[in-house]
């Protein structure tokens, strides 16, 4: 029986030889695995450190713009106030002209009769004064001496 617990023990020495073999094999494939993932975080945090500097840059481009845009919102915000006093002064003057037209179209309307007349009047003026202007344009102008040697002027209408 001896000899049973020295092979027992014997057995018991290999396998623990054994464990610490794959054990030993296990380590160094773990400390390998560990090395390469340190190597690829290493590669994450400078890329990380890349996309914070691109991301902080883009956040300044883009506070920047939106200060611009609200400065512009508001300059735009100037222009449309104006556009609209314009608007409204123009539809102020329209309904102005419109009060106006409306005004002479009512008096036009109410003294018709004395617009008539005023019409008739003067074409029968303007009538007299084409008469009266071919009336001046027929006169001739003649001069005769006197026996004494002053001038004498007479006026002669001209026979069509």
């Known amino acids: ?10 057995v018991a020495a290999v396998a623990f030889l054994i464990l610490c073999v794959s054990l030993g094999m296990t380590l160094f494939t773990v400390k390998d695995t560990v090395k390469e993932l340190t190597k690829v975080l290493g590669d994450i945090e400078g890329q990380m450190q890349g996309i914070t500097r691109e991301t902080t840059f883009l ?4 506070n920047s713009l939106a ?13 449309v106030g104006a556009v609209k006093g314009i608007g409204e002064s123009v539809n102020g003057l329209n309904n102005s002209v419109q009060r106006i037209t409306s005004s002479v ?3 036009v309307e109410t ?11 003067s074409n029968v ?21 006197k026996a004494e040697g002053t001038p ?3 006026f002669w209408k001209r026979k069509k």
């Open 59 to 62: 956040l300044e481009k883009t």
């Open 1 to 10: 029986m001896e000899i049973v617990l020295y092979v027992a023990a014997l």
């Open 125 to 145: 003026a303007m009538g007299i004064a084409d008469k009266w202007k071919e009336r001046k344009a027929d006169e001739v102008q003649i001069t005769t001496v």
């Open 105 to 107: 179209a009512s008096s």
């Open 111 to 121: 003294n018709k009769d004395q617009i008539a007349q005023v019409v008739q009047w």
């Open 152 to 154: 004498k002027k007479r």
């Open 67 to 79: 200060e611009d845009i609200q400065d512009k919102s508001q300059q735009l915000n100037t222009v």
